[in-house]
């Protein structure tokens, strides 16, 4: 027998079991994606940030005599609600995940799986956008309880706003738990989320604001997300907001995209 025929194949590729390889790219996404939901859900810390607050907060302004918002106001308070909690899954808690995940070495290990870069990032943000509409259809469905009545058109649009602003406060905390150390994300994250909370408040508290001070407001991503949305779940488009949302969103996404270390 001939040198040739000793070290050729005899038998079709995949006769024989097991047959090691890396599995598809979307099942590796799918599997990451499943992974990092079931350590959001079972996080008491980010439960608190996702479920606690943003329902105590849309109950309690519901039912409770917080300022003069007029006899429609539930109209007004389920769309700021929905932005903090938007605000408080794709930002605060997925740049603090994400920070201690450096720090432990846990997003340096998942780059030496098979898995790309990208299938990392993907994958959280698939489970943070898996949680936001869990938010969304829980606030909705306490929001009719107490009085609100959206249109079909309000729910759609209102779905794209909270879509996109998803995606502009994920590339934020993408941004922030991939270029600052642990300690520092966790004080920054909670410190920015009350800060733009306070100022996103700003445009409910009153009517008289001047024109300029809620311009500027809306500039902000939770101000531009609060009235975008606002007028999104009332059939109307915020372009002010939606341009807002998209330049925040592209501009973090790309610093991201550059200064982003995985150790």
């Given at each position: 027998?001939?040198?040739?025929?000793?070290t050729?194949?005899?038998?079709e590729?995949?006769?024989?079991?097991?047959?090691?390889?890396?599995?598809?790219?979307?099942?590796?996404?799918?599997?990451?994606t499943?992974?990092?939901?079931?350590?959001?859900?079972?996080?008491?810390e980010?439960?608190l940030?996702?479920?606690?607050?943003?329902?105590?907060?849309?109950?309690?302004?519901?039912?409770?005599?917080?300022?003069?918002?007029?006899?429609?106001?539930?109209?007004?308070?389920?769309?700021?609600?929905?932005?903090?909690?938007?605000?408080?899954?794709?930002?605060?808690?997925?740049?603090?995940?994400?920070?201690?995940?450096?720090?432990?070495?846990?997003?340096?290990?998942?780059?030496?799986?098979?898995?790309?870069?990208?299938g990392?990032?993907?994958?959280?943000?698939?489970?943070?956008?898996?949680?936001?509409?869990?938010?969304?259809?829980?606030?909705?469905?306490?929001?009719?309880?107490?009085?609100?009545?959206?249109?079909?058109?309000?729910?759609?649009?209102?779905?794209?706003?909270?879509?996109?602003?998803?995606?502009?406060?994920?590339?934020?905390?993408?941004?922030?738990?991939?270029?600052?150390?642990?300690?520092?994300?966790?004080?920054?994250?909670?410190?920015?989320?009350?800060?733009?909370?306070?100022?996103?408040?700003?445009?409910?508290?009153?009517?008289?604001?001047?024109?300029?001070?809620?311009?500027?407001?809306?500039?902000v991503?939770?101000?531009?997300?609060?009235?975008?949305?606002?007028?999104?779940?009332?059939?109307?488009?915020?372009?002010?907001?939606?341009?807002?949302?998209?330049?925040?969103?592209?501009?973090?996404?790309?610093?991201?995209?550059?200064?982003?270390?995985?150790?």
């Amino acid at each position: 027998m001939t040198k040739p025929e000793l070290t050729a194949n005899r038998f079709e590729p995949g006769t024989f079991a097991p047959a090691p390889r890396p599995a598809p790219r979307v099942a590796m996404l799918l599997a990451q994606t499943r992974l990092d939901l079931v350590l959001l859900l079972r996080n008491g810390e980010q439960l608190l940030l996702t479920m606690f607050i943003p329902v105590t907060l849309l109950i309690g302004l519901a039912l409770l005599p917080f300022g003069d918002m007029g006899p429609d106001k539930i109209d007004k308070i389920v769309p700021a609600v929905m932005m903090v909690a938007v605000m408080s899954t794709a930002f605060t808690g997925q740049a603090i995940a994400i920070g201690f995940d450096r720090r432990y070495g846990a997003l340096k290990r998942l780059g030496a799986t098979p898995l790309p870069r990208w299938g990392i990032i993907a994958g959280k943000s698939g489970a943070v956008l898996l949680v936001v509409i869990l938010q969304a259809v829980l606030l909705g469905l306490i929001g009719m309880a107490l009085g609100w009545r959206p249109t079909p058109l309000g729910l759609l649009l209102g779905a794209v706003l909270i879509a996109l602003g998803t995606a502009t406060f994920a590339a934020m905390g993408l941004l922030l738990g991939g270029t600052l150390k642990a300690e520092v994300v966790l004080a920054l994250a909670n410190i920015l989320w009350f800060v733009m909370l306070g100022i996103a408040s700003v445009v409910f508290a009153s009517d008289e604001l001047p024109t300029a001070v809620h311009t500027l407001v809306r500039l902000v991503p939770s101000g531009a997300l609060a009235v975008a949305l606002e007028h999104a779940l009332s059939g109307g488009v915020d372009w002010l907001g939606v341009g807002a949302l998209i330049v925040w969103g592209t501009g973090a996404g790309l610093l991201a995209a550059r200064w982003f270390r995985f150790e």
